[in-house]
Structures are given as C-alpha cells and as structure tokens.
C-alpha cells in the first residue's frame, strides 16, 4: 500500500512569513495527526483528526497554527506568521481509527527552517 | 509534555552485539509501541506490546513491559549497521488520545 505522502520535503523562510504543509494519508485510514519534532527531541503531538473532525488540539498554538482535513482524507496545517522556534520537522501521520491497539504510519515530514 | 524517558540517550556498540534501550512512563497506558528513526526521515512502527502483556518478539526485536514499574525494555540482537537508528518509545492511553513519545535513543553500530 501507498505510504502517507507530504509536501514538500523541506522549507525555508522569513520569521513573520506563513507557511503552509499538505499530507496525505494512507487510503481508509480514518485518524490523521500532525506531530512537530524539534531537533534532539521525539515527536509532540499538535492536533489529532477523526474522519473531518479535530479530536484533539490542545498542543496546538491557535494563535498562529491552523490546520483543517478536506473530507476527511488530504490535510493541510499552516502557520501564520512563523516564529523562529517553529524550526522543525512537522510529520503526518495517520492509524485505522483513534483508541484501540494501533500502530501509525507516518509520512518523511517536512522540515521547516524559520530564518 | 512528553510521558516516555528512554534511557540511555546514545549507545554505541559494536556491530553483533545486543543492543538494550529502556523506556519508563508516568500515567496508566493501554499500549505501548516502539519506532525508529533514521536520520532525516519518518519514523517507523517497529512493534506494540499491550497492557495486558508482558513480553513480545518480531524477529530480532523482543520488547518488554512491566506496568507495575511504568517501564518497557527493546532489546535487538545481533546488531547490524543498519540499525544504526534513534528509536523511541510511544504511550498510548486508554482514550482518544495520540501517541506521546519519549526523547529517544540514539543508537549507533559500529562496523
């Protein structure tokens, strides 16, 4: 099977500029996560998707961080405006279903560098 | 916050040897699960060991759980270069929530 696909691979830009990350997950799979790895440390949850609806948001800085699944398949997340400590590795990835005993299966990441 | 601490933060051995890394946690969990990550890339399931269980194995891989110390083992044998790897371990509570993953371990091989 396909894996889960993002775009784009890396990204460079202005403090104050936005950005925005594009993933899609593996066919059928009903819960997608956005995760922000910053270097040296594991992975920490931003917002958690079951089918079109956000089941978890509380890491999510709203005051800059937006993020929103089309249908309940593609998903984008978008900073606007980006800060310095936003220099990380976003990943996307996706399980059957939230709960139950489950692996995810994640996507290469997008590595983001706020200059 | 992060709920996993692995333990050691870097190990280096040499290529054969078993290689041993430790996770411990803080609130009750319903899986716990194990990844790796190779340098610049995402992370890779490696294998889910549930609360009711105590210990599994896939392939070279054998993972422990004793939920009375809120603690797992990964232990991979006969190591080869290509494990050179961070691996992670990652809670899953009982609920909605997403998996919350240690640090990591930083394992090195070498030849």
């Known amino acids: 099977e396909a894996g889960v696909a993002q775009s784009p691979r890396y990204k460079i830009i202005e403090k104050r500029q936005s950005v925005a990350f594009w993933c899609n997950p593996i066919s059928g799979h009903a819960t997608l996560y956005w995760y922000q790895q910053i270097l040296g440390q594991g992975p920490k949850l931003l917002i958690q998707f079951q089918n079109n609806g956000v089941v978890d948001d509380s890491q999510l800085p709203k005051d800059r961080f937006s993020a929103e699944r089309l249908k309940g398949v593609d998903s984008t997340l978008k900073i606007q405006p980006a800060k310095l400590e936003d220099s990380a590795v976003y990943l996307c990835a996706s399980s059957w279903r939230t709960g139950g005993n489950y692996g995810y299966t994640f996507g290469s990441g997008t590595r983001l560098t706020v200059v | 916050s992060q709920q996993g601490e692995e333990d050691p933060q870097a190990l280096s051995i040499q290529e054969g040897e078993n290689a041993t890394m430790n996770c411990s946690y803080k609130?009750?969990?319903?899986?716990l699960q194990w990844y790796r990550q190779n340098s610049g890339r995402g992370l890779v399931h490696l294998i889910l060991?549930?609360?009711?269980?105590r210990e599994k194995h896939s392939g070279r891989l054998r993972v422990t759980l004793d939920t009375s110390k809120k603690s797992s083992s990964l232990l991979i044998t006969a190591s080869r270069a290509a494990d050179t790897a961070s691996y992670f371990c990652?809670?899953?509570?009982?609920?909605?929530?997403?998996?919350?993953f240690g640090k990591g371990t930083h394992l090195i091989i070498q030849p």
């Open positions: 060991i549930r609360s009711n269980e």
């Open positions: 609130t009750s969990i319903n899986n």
């Open positions: 990652a809670t899953a509570g009982g609920g909605a929530d997403g998996l919350t």
